[in-house]
């Protein structure tokens, strides 16, 4: 070698040797000499791995074989015993006749780029983690409101819908909310918080807190955003159960005053018709009092219902008997109304336990709100509520279909809610929460069918017999 | 000797219309009932009304929209009205607050206090 080239030789800012075909190192420059030793005489793998055998692969037997140009990643050991992570190049040196002759290995340090990659590496698998497991629902959407990326929580709550619509995937619904905090967010690049009911994939309703944060691109413009949701579903049923309190009498209060007012009327016409010796006043004013104390009783039922978990008072029942009890109380309603009232006992059995009064008030209700239903239905002429009953060896059903105003599925999802009424200010909140709390209770429930302008059937399905273990899901707002 | 006068019961719930109705009845006054507030405002328009007493809660029309639409009507607005409900302090309240609703005569919480009703009845049909 000559001066000049030996001086490049040893200003190689690597480690560079010179192997021969047995991996003698022949030639080093001095960076190899000072890192590594004293070459003379060494295998290769002895030098720089301080190992008794060759590697495998060896870079340099790979050029001796195919004479090409061969990279490899290696971590090799220095005299001082630490270890190097270098990349490694291998080039032929050929002679006179185009024969290999020996390879020239350069081995470039990147311990430090190899220790930053490694931090990066970790770095992004923490944030990876902590996206992963953070216990909340995270996704993110585009400005079409497309999830793009969810977190586990998300997908095993919610599926792994990447692509869809989030309103489709959160709330089964056709069209995004409103408000809609996402796309707020893409207007303004705000954070945005906003409290919602969702509907995870195995229908549990679940109250969450939704936090949409913008994540802006490299030129500054929101690209997606991230919509974090945490589920305050017990914090909801627990504060619920609170203020409900103060609602509940709000209400009842204002139902029993009404009450009041119907027993205070049928006492004057007792009174008065004793004065005056009439009878049909006396029996027109007996008839208020009944009637109304029987309405206080339901109420208050209804509130012990709420308040607690009442024990239903078991009694042998023919399915029968109770349809045409019920359907006795509601026709004169129905004639009023003018909404076509009608029964289908298909049952040749119909025997089952229950408490009565409970069931009774459960299908009435359900029957009023089926009215109601035909009553703001105002795009068609003809109504009809009938009340099906039909059996299986197992279990009774009880179903009241309409054909009023229907409902959609938001609606339809929290009907059974304790407070929420579709009905504005001619509603409590409180019948559908009960009746679905009746017939849980009983070890039964109520299956909901409904489309928004067709009509909703609500079918309360009991067991015959009574159950041994029953539970009440807590339903609330 | 002056004519019966007549008071027009609008409410949703029969017993109520029936209690009312007795109890006027029985004091002199001739009595029309309406079950809402659409067959209220067509009975009040009707002409000879004197008085009316109003339920606020009721399915078809409520008693606002009929108090509103009394107010609006040349031919009904001078008729004294008595509000008779189960929540007439915040409904006097949010009558009150209305810019769109002068108050009625009269408001009534449920159930009513008989004498201090046939009192203000008189002094309104006077």
Redesign the interface.
């Known amino acids: 070698m000559d001066t000049i080239h030996e001086t490049y030789f040893n200003a190689m800012p690597c480690y560079v040797t010179v192997q021969d075909r047995d991996f003698h190192i022949i030639d080093a420059n001095e960076k190899f000499i000072k890192r590594f030793g004293d070459f003379r005489g060494r295998y290769c793998y002895q030098v720089y791995k301080q190992q008794p055998e060759k590697c495998d692969p060896c870079p340099v037997e790979r050029t001796f074989a195919d004479g090409r140009q061969h990279r490899s990643e290696e971590i090799v050991r220095t005299l001082d015993g630490r270890d190097v992570s270098v990349i490694v190049y291998t080039t032929p040196i050929r002679n006179g006749n185009g024969e290999i002759t020996s390879v020239m290995e350069m081995s470039t340090n990147i311990t430090e780029l190899k220790v930053l990659q490694n931090q990066l590496a970790d770095s992004r698998k923490k944030y990876h983690l902590l996206f992963e497991e953070v216990p909340c629902f995270i996704s993110m959407q585009d400005r079409d409101l497309r999830i793009v990326e969810a977190n586990r929580l998300h997908r095993e709550a919610f599926g792994t819908y990447y692509g869809c619509k989030c309103y489709e995937v959160y709330k089964h619904r056709d069209k995004a909310c409103h408000p809609c905090m996402v796309q707020q967010t893409f207007i303004d690049g705000e954070i945005h918080h906003h409290e919602e009911v969702v509907t995870d994939r195995h229908g549990r309703r679940i109250n969450v807190m939704v936090t949409t944060a913008p994540v802006l691109n490299g030129s500054g413009e929101v690209e997606t955003v991230i919509e974090m949701s945490a589920d305050i579903t017990q914090i909801r049923q627990l504060q619920s159960k609170l203020s409900s309190v103060g609602m509940i009498i709000s209400t009842i ?3 029993l ?2 009450l ?7 006492i ?2 007792v009174n ?1 018709g004793m004065e005056k010796d009439n009878k049909d ?1 006396i029996d ?1 004013g007996w008839e ?1 009092v009944l ?2 104390v029987d309405r206080i009783r339901g109420t208050v039922l209804d509130i012990l219902y709420y308040a607690k978990d009442r024990e239903p008072e078991w009694t042998a029942l023919n399915a029968k008997d109770v349809a045409e009890e019920v359907f006795g109380i509601i026709k004169p309603k129905a004639a009023k109304s003018k909404v076509r009232c009608e029964r289908q006992i298909d049952i040749t059995d119909g025997h089952f336990e229950a408490d009565a009064k409970a069931v009774r008030s459960l299908l009435i209700n359900l029957m009023d709100n089926a009215f ?1 239903a035909c ?1 703001v239905d105002t795009k068609k002429n003809d109504h009809a509520v009938v009340l099906n009953v039909s059996e299986t060896p197992e279990a009774v059903t009880f179903a009241v279909k309409d054909n009023g105003i229907g409902m959609n599925q938001e609606v339809r999802e929290k009907a059974f809610t304790l407070f929420f009424s579709s009905k504005g ?2 509603g409590t909140g409180l019948g559908l929460f009960i009746a679905n709390k009746i017939a849980q209770s009983h070890g039964g429930n109520i299956v909901v069918e409904s489309a928004p302008g067709e009509g909703t059937s609500l079918a309360v399905t009991m067991p015959k017999k009574r159950p041994e273990n029953i539970e009440v899901t807590e339903i609330e707002k | 000797m002056s004519a019966t006068k007549k008071i027009l019961i609008v409410d949703d719930e029969a017993d109520q219309r029936e209690y009312l109705a007795t109890v006027l009845e029985d004091n002199g006054y001739a009595i029309v009932t309406a079950e809402d507030g659409v067959r209220g405002f067509e009975l009040a328009r009707a002409g000879g009304v004197d008085l009316i007493t109003l339920d606020i809660s009721m399915d078809n029309e409520s008693g606002i929209k009929m108090f509103r639409n009394l107010q609006g009507d040349e031919a009904t607005k001078s008729i004294p009205v008595i509000m008779i409900t189960g929540v007439s302090g915040e409904l006097k309240g949010f009558i009150e607050r209305s810019k769109r609703l002068t108050p009625p005569q009269a408001f009534f919480e449920k159930p009513v206090d008989r004498d201090t009703l046939l009192d203000t009845v008189k002094s309104l049909v006077s």
């Open positions: 209060s204002h139902d005053k009404g009041l007012n119907g027993m205070d009327g049928g004057y016409l008065t006043r027109r208020m009637r109304n109601d009553r200010a001619g």
